[in-house]
């Protein structure tokens, strides 16, 4: 199964306009897969804390 989600940026310290993504992700990934992509997204690095949400 695939799951559609939508990614939001609700707030951030650089954050100048709206930030919502929608991705398709199997449901086979695990939550570190989920971190990496929505890293990716937002062209982050991986040098921060884990902190997701809803």
């Known amino acids: 199964m695939i799951w ?10 650089y954050l100048e306009e709206e930030c919502v993504r929608i991705i398709e992700i199997d449901e ?3 939550l570190y897969d989920l971190h990496l992509i929505i890293l990716k997204l937002v062209k982050f690095d991986n040098d921060h804390l884990f902190e997701f949400f809803n």
């Not at 559609?4 to 310290?13: D, N, Q, Y």
């Open 28 to 30: 086979e990934s695990t």
């Open 4 to 13: 559609t989600l939508k990614i939001e940026c609700e707030w951030g310290r």
